[in-house]
């Protein structure tokens, strides 16, 4: 394996999962690796019982230009309509009685967030990725279908490290930061410090889930990285395009 991808995910809204319980739809504070691997499988077309296999044997490494902030939406549905109208139950019933037609859900989102990614693993997967990339099968969306891009998903192959091109790719935010910058990888560092956190969202066969530990740790960008948002982020990012080794 050798050589990487680098996508760039930000938008209005994003939505990365959780668990889900009376009523309530959380999110997570980064894309977590479920949501990555099916955004993947999306662009290729795949369907939601596909296995994944070779999906399964990426890696991603997350830097976080905007940790954005946490928004709700009370949600309803199904309110008013006549009984053949409302929203099924599990077992395909419609609600008939009064007070049943009407669902409350509360979701959560991320509002104005912004996530550069390197993703490592086998050329061939890569490049086949980078393609779909840039003509998806279905279009891409952040988590829900309602969280679309608002930058292009940008995504190129590169022949060295994505992980230290994270480093000098331009960060989505209005000015460069005082301080370290976060990033998140499901890669074990090099001097075998126990994860951060670890979270039950790797996909596996059957729509079954697994445990995968995350990384967290904190850099400093070299002074020439670029920072900008709006029509400056996407000149820098085309700068930066022209003129990479």
């Known amino acids: 394996m050798n050589g990487g991808l680098i996508l ?26 479920s949501a990555l691997i099916g955004l993947l499988a999306a662009t290729l077309g795949r369907p939601p019982d596909s296995d994944n296999h070779d999906l399964a044997r990426l890696h991603f490494t997350i830097r976080v230009d905007r940790p954005g902030h ?27 009685k009064p007070g049943e037609g009407t669902l409350v859900t509360t979701r959560w989102y991320i509002a104005d967030a912004a996530f550069t990614i390197a993703v490592t693993g086998p050329t061939r997967t890569l490049h086949t990725l980078a393609d779909a990339l840039d003509h998806p099968h279905y279009p891409p969306y952040l988590g829900r279908r309602s969280c679309v891009p608002d930058t292009p998903l940008t995504a190129w192959t590169t022949p060295g490290n994505p992980v230290t091109e994270l480093h000098h790719f331009p960060l989505h935010r209005p000015h460069r930061p005082t ?51 709006g029509t400056a982020y996407l000149k820098a990012l085309t700068h930066y395009q022209e003129n990479r080794p």
């Open 8 to 33: 760039h995910l930000s938008g209005p809204l994003q939505a990365w999962g959780g668990p889900q319980g009376h009523g309530s739809y959380p999110t997570g504070t980064h894309p977590t690796r």
């Open 70 to 96: 946490r928004e709700s939406d009370f949600h309803t549905i199904g309110g008013g309509y006549p009984p053949q109208h409302t929203p099924p139950d599990a077992t395909g019933r419609h609600r008939t």
């Open 179 to 229: 301080g370290p910058v976060e990033f998140i990888s499901d890669t074990p560092p090099r001097n075998g410090r126990p994860p951060d956190a670890t979270l039950r969202n790797n996909p596996g066969p059957g729509r079954t889930f697994d445990d995968y530990d995350l990384w967290h740790h904190h850099e400093h960008l070299p002074p020439d990285t670029p920072a900008a948002t």
